[in-house]
C-alpha cells in the first residue's frame, strides 16, 4: 500500500507545478488501479496548451471541475473532463465571455452535440466574414492601383451591424430542449456569411412593412397589420424552425416582456413590440 501511495504521488507531481513526466494511476473503489483513463493537471495543460494556473481557476469557478481526486487531493481529469475543455475553448475562440461559457455549460438543457453544430455554425459564419474581409482588402488594393474602381458604398459593404449569434445563449437557454431550436440549429449551421445577408436584407423589408402600418395608424386586428406581421412569421418559419400562429404569439409575448428582444423592434419604430404581440394574439 505504502507504495501505492509513491506511485499516485509521483503520477501527480506536475499538478504543484514540478516537473517528471506523470503517469494516471489512482486506486479505484474496489482497490483496482485505473490506469490511462486519467489525466494529470500537467498532462492536461500540456494536451490542450492551457496554463496549469487556469485550469486551476476553471476548477475554482466551477466550469471545468475534475471528476476524480487522488489521495491526496490532486486533480485528476477523465475523459468526458477532457471533452468539457474541447468545448469551453471552442467557446472561448468564439469570443464567450467564461460567465457566459460557465451559464451556458451550467443550464440542464446543455447538449454537448447541439452545442458543438451551434458552434460550428458559428466558425462557418466567422470563416465567411474573414474571406469577405480578405476579397474586400484585395479589392481595395486593386483600386489604388488603378485596376479597379470601387464606389463609395462598395467599400464599406461588408462592415453590417448584423450578428447571427447575438442571441444565441439566451435562446438556448430558453428553447435548448426543444425540436424547434434543433431544428433551427440544424439549418444555421449551414447558413454562409452571404445568406446571414439575404436573411438581414429580408428581416428588413418586413420590419419595413410593420413599420409603414404603425405609421398609418392601423390598428393590430386590422387585415393589413395582420398581413404585415404574418410575413414576419413566414420568415421566422423559412430561415428557422416551423413557425405556427400560436408559436408566433409566444414570441410576440417575450418581445415586450424581454427588454434583449423588444430592442431589435424598438430600433426600428418605438411601439413595434407591443403592435407585432398584439396582432400575433389576435392572430393566434
Same mark, same amino acid.
Not at 95 to 105: A, K, T, V
Given at each position: ?21 506523470? =503517469? ?22 500540456? +494536451? &490542450?496548451?492551457?496554463?496549469? /494556473? ?24 477523465? *475523459? ?44 462557418? &459564419? ?7 474581409? +480578405? ?32 442571441? &444565441?445563449?439566451? =435562446? ?20 454562409? &456569411? ?29 387585415? /393589413? ?38 430592442? =431589435?423592434?424598438?430600433?426600428?419604430? *418605438? ?14
Amino acid at each position: 500500500m505504502r507504495r501505492g501511495r509513491r506511485q499516485i504521488a509521483a503520477a501527480v507531481k506536475d499538478d504543484v507545478g514540478s516537473g517528471g513526466r506523470p =503517469t494516471a494511476i489512482v486506486p479505484a473503489d474496489d482497490g483496482m488501479q485505473v490506469g490511462h483513463s486519467t489525466c494529470t493537471v500537467g498532462d492536461v495543460s500540456r +494536451l &490542450a496548451h492551457v496554463s496549469v /494556473r487556469t485550469l486551476h481557476h476553471y476548477d475554482e469557478i466551477g466550469l471545468l471541475v475534475p471528476s476524480m481526486r487522488s489521495d491526496a487531493g490532486y486533480r485528476l481529469y477523465t *475523459p468526458e473532463d477532457l471533452e468539457r475543455l474541447q468545448q469551453i475553448l471552442f467557446y472561448r475562440e468564439l469570443g464567450f465571455s467564461l460567465q457566459r461559457i460557465r451559464d451556458l455549460m451550467a443550464d440542464p438543457a446543455f447538449d454537448p452535440g447541439e452545442a458543438l453544430l451551434e458552434q460550428r455554425g458559428l466558425v462557418a &459564419a466567422r470563416i465567411d466574414r474573414l474571406r469577405a474581409l +480578405l476579397a474586400l482588402i484585395d479589392r481595395t488594393m486593386a483600386s489604388r492601383r488603378g485596376v479597379i474602381r470601387m464606389s463609395k458604398e462598395e467599400l464599406f459593404d461588408v462592415f453590417g451591424d448584423f450578428d447571427p449569434a447575438e442571441h &444565441a445563449d439566451e =435562446t438556448r437557454r430558453r428553447w435548448g430542449d426543444t425540436d424547434a431550436y434543433r431544428e433551427s440549429a440544424r439549418r444555421c449551421a449551414d447558413y454562409t &456569411a452571404e445568406d446571414w445577408k439575404r436573411f438581414k436584407s429580408e428581416s428588413d423589408e418586413v420590419n419595413a412593412g410593420i413599420a409603414a402600418v404603425m405609421d398609418e395608424g392601423l390598428a393590430p386586428d386590422h387585415p /393589413r397589420t395582420l398581413e404585415a406581421v404574418e410575413r414576419h412569421r413566414l420568415l421566422i418559419d423559412r430561415w428557422f424552425y416551423p413557425c405556427s400562429r400560436t408559436m408566433h404569439a409566444e414570441l410576440g409575448r417575450m418581445y415586450v416582456t424581454d427588454p434583449r428582444f423588444s430592442a =431589435t423592434f424598438e430600433k426600428v419604430r *418605438p411601439g413595434m413590440a407591443e403592435l407585432i404581440c398584439a396582432a400575433t394574439k389576435a392572430q393566434a
